[in-house]
């Protein structure tokens, strides 16, 4: 167990509606990353929150957007959802030190476009 | 821009034998970090490394960043049907928090 937590675990919608995941980072650790990982591909990195504040940007669509809460949990929002946009959806949190940088994951949010 | 190329891309082994799976890249990165992913789970880090020649252990893998920095490899030995999975490298340049992922080498292993 990382110390992640991701909700939900599953989610089945259709096209055109709008999702919002939810993550939870390790205690302490102050930043949060948003992956996404579609059927056998690598992952790819969209965006990174670091103590409430947008840090850095990946290949992130206009559709997607997220934000990171006082209390350090962050949310990833999808909006008008496409088939495409199936995929598995990580999360990651690090402490954010310069010197010893390290991402644990969460077990994933499963989202299904129909 | 920058990428890394993991090899192979998969594999099939006997079990008992040692793997071998490599990350190259042209860029140069200050923090090499390898995860193994199982079916519908997250990336769990195997081992991370952050200085250039480093040497390390955990178990039966052992991991090496490479010298140019450029490169990393994890091996592990005397493999066991557990080991089956995706592995991933990733990097860090210096500077940022932005990880680069590898495409992954998918391992299986034959009883």
């Known amino acids: 167990d990382s110390g992640v937590t991701q909700t939900p675990k599953h989610l089945i919608t259709a096209t055109g509606q709008r999702v919002t995941l939810r993550c939870s980072p390790r205690s302490g650790d102050l930043s949060v990353y948003w992956y996404q990982q579609s059927l056998d591909q690598g992952l790819q990195f969209l965006i990174q929150?670091?103590?409430?504040?947008?840090?850095a940007k990946g290949n992130i669509l206009e559709r997607f957007s997220a934000q990171q809460f006082p209390d350090l949990h962050s949310e990833l929002n999808l909006s008008s959802l496409e088939l495409g946009d199936s995929a598995l959806y990580f999360c990651a949190s690090s402490v954010a030190d310069r010197t010893l940088e390290t991402q644990y994951f969460g077990p994933g949010t499963r989202l299904l476009v129909l | 821009g920058q990428q890394l190329n993991q090899s192979p891309q998969s594999m099939f082994i006997q079990e008992g034998e040692d793997v071998s799976m490599n990350c190259t890249s042209s860029?140069?990165?200050?923090?090499w970090l390898w995860y193994k992913q199982d079916p519908g789970e997250g990336p769990v880090l195997l081992i991370a490394?952050?200085?250039?020649?480093e040497l390390t252990s955990n178990g039966r893998l052992t991991a090496q960043f490479g010298i140019t920095r450029k490169d990393s490899f994890l091996n592990i030995s005397a493999s066991i049907p557990s080991d089956v999975g995706i592995y991933f490298c990733a990097a860090v340049t210096s500077g940022t928090y932005k990880y680069i992922f590898g495409t992954g080498t998918r391992l299986k292993v034959l009883a």
């Open positions: 860029s140069i990165f200050n923090t």
């Open positions: 490394l952050y200085k250039a020649g």
């Open positions: 929150y670091y103590n409430g504040e947008e840090r």
